[in-house]
């Protein structure tokens, strides 16, 4: 039986919807390569513990950067691992896929995933933009003629969009999001207390001790690297406090960002913000007051999904269903599209039912 695939193509993980059965994977985006002979050694989670712990000759490849492909050939190679290890007797079937990608992404980049797609043997390809398939994964509804404000901080990006109608009415992506921040711990961790430490390390701190607003009762946290100095194991302990400070301009330029999103937004529609509030996905949504500090800058309620790290695949397998339900729109659209059998942004052709009723 054909099953259709919604993969949320993240810089810092994979997540793979199948229908009927919800997530079925989600992985880091990674890959191990062998530099001698171009092997795959591991992939997805089983790469990542090999970050910072491999010979020379074995690298561990990010080849998703800033939300999209960096590397081609690494990602086709991850994506077919990935299927294969799903075992998806139905993915010979050919199933339509559909896939997320950040807003404002160039015609290159949409040829880059286009054509890993297709090399894994999706039939039919549908790109939609990841803040209106995060907003759709979290409850929103962004068919109806309201407003719906949602900030999706990643891995790669930062994407910002008011969406109406099935449609963006307003976004802004940046290429600033958590793997800016581990980079910017790292690094401060490096200059304060001449310590080198690893990707996963940066990463847990941020996620232990990462703040967007200052704290009176801090955490701290005990951090091994090796010192600067001598090469030898050292040991520090850091506080919240010290990574709110780190990642404060960061945060502030997302804050600033979203404001310049709301002020382009049609009045109706900014005063439907106004009366529902943002709402904020993404892994980046876990950092501790992050909504405190965006509420302060928008003067408007911000939330916090309930599920922010899988909202976007979510997404995917609600969206799927409604492109079937518009089988006579998406007949045509893939009439228009048959050399490549690719649909862009499909939620654009959908509309409210109740629109469709009155009009």
């Not at 010979?55 to 691992?81: F, M, R, S, W, Y």
């Not at 999904?305 to 006579?328: D, M, Y």
């Amino acid at each position: 039986m054909l099953r259709d695939i919604g993969i949320d193509l993240g810089t810092a993980n994979i997540l793979v919807f199948l229908k009927d059965r919800g997530i079925i994977l989600n992985e880091p985006s990674l890959v191990a390569l062998d530099e001698r002979t171009g092997e795959v050694i591991a992939v997805g989670e089983r790469a990542y513990q090999m970050v910072g712990r491999t010979p020379k000759e074995i690298n561990v490849h990010h080849p998703l950067k800033g939300g999209v492909i960096a590397d081609i050939a690494v990602t086709e190679q991850l994506l077919e691992l990935f299927m294969q290890k799903l075992n998806l007797n139905s993915w010979f079937s050919k199933p339509d896929i559909l896939i997320c990608t950040p807003t404002n992404i160039t015609t290159v980049e949409q040829k880059a995933i286009i054509q890993a797609a297709i090399k894994c043997g999706g039939r039919n390809i549908y790109l939609e933009e990841e803040p209106k398939v995060a907003a759709v994964g979290v409850g929103l509804d962004i068919f109806s003629p309201i407003g719906n404000m949602v900030i999706d901080i990643g891995g790669g990006t930062s994407d910002i969009a008011v969406l109406s109608m099935g449609s963006t009415v307003t976004s802004r992506s940046i290429k600033l999001a958590g793997d800016n921040m581990d980079f910017a711990i790292s690094e401060y961790i490096k200059d304060k207390y001449q310590l080198i430490i690893g990707e996963r390390t940066a990463e847990a701190i941020k996620m232990s001790l990462g703040s967007a607003v200052e704290v009176e009762n801090e955490s701290d946290m005990i951090v091994k690297g090796r010192d600067m100095t001598t090469g030898l194991p050292k040991t520090v302990t850091i506080y919240t406090n010290e990574i709110y400070h780190c990642l404060k301009e960061m945060l502030d330029t997302i804050g600033e960002e979203a404001r310049l999103v709301l002020e382009a937004t049609p009045p109706e529609l900014a005063g439907d913000i106004i009366e529902r509030g943002v709402m904020v996905t993404g892994g980046g949504a876990l950092i501790n007051g992050i909504d405190r500090m965006l509420s302060e800058k928008l003067q408007v309620p911000v939330m916090i999904a309930e599920n922010p790290l899988q909202s976007v695949a979510i997404g995917t397998g609600i969206l799927l269903n409604r492109i079937k339900s518009e089988r006579g729109i998406f007949a045509a659209i893939r009439r228009i599209f048959s050399a490549k059998k690719v649909v862009m942004n499909p939620t654009a052709h959908m509309i409210d039912d109740e629109r469709t009723e009155e009009s």
